[in-house]
């Protein structure tokens, strides 16, 4: 890639916003992100499968933070009996328009609007950093079927891959964050579970090729663009399309991703 004609320092952007405002920014653009979002490889499932000790395949499964129903329609590909929870307005909205023969409720990780010990399968695609451990874990026991298991997942940018390296600097810089703590983060929590019991980590590299213009809108879809300014993200997004231009001259970007599963199992 080329460098960089002008971005603004880490100084010169504002103090991002709090957690619990980039949690609810999804709303206002759950039809983009359910459109530009990446998926989940099928090597995932299996994973899950292995380390759940049971197949998908008739378990009960509670998709906890479901979005717009990426992993929850997956899961019910594979045979699950699944129930979505979901805590957002326009995500729970936009899930009711993609999957109208899926059953979703409304409700978050740290208050489970489910019965005592009715799944035998608890799922987080991309949403345990949205609860509050303290509550979420005593939840997911109490919901959890013993010998039941609670799986988190993240797909994670691949950051040894140069230009996706250098396009999260990027992000960093324009906007006064840290790109590199989700993975800091996911690496705590599977050294210190916080309450959980054991967890077992299984790593998935995989990649998708998309236009240039998914890309984009990919990134816009995130909670650090949503809470930013408009003028600021557009002026990030002018200058990213001509890095990627420079980049991918067919205009195709391969993404990168390393999912990372985190499982647990529930006493018996």
Known sequence: MTSEAFEPSAAAAPAPPGRSARARSFDSAAARYAAHRPSYPPALFDALEELAGRPLAGSRVADIGAG????????????????AVEPGDGMAAQFRRLHPGLPVVRGDGNALPLADHCADLLTYAQAWHWTDPARAVPEALRVLRPGGALALWWNINALDVPWIAEESARVARHFGVDTAAERRDVDALGADPGGLPRLTRREVRWSRRVPIDTHLANLASRSVFLVSDEERTAAFLTEQRDHLRNAFPDGTVEETYDVVLLVATAPS
């Open 68 to 83: 717009t129903g990426i992993a929850t329609a997956l899961l019910h590909a594979r045979g699950a009996a699944v129930l």
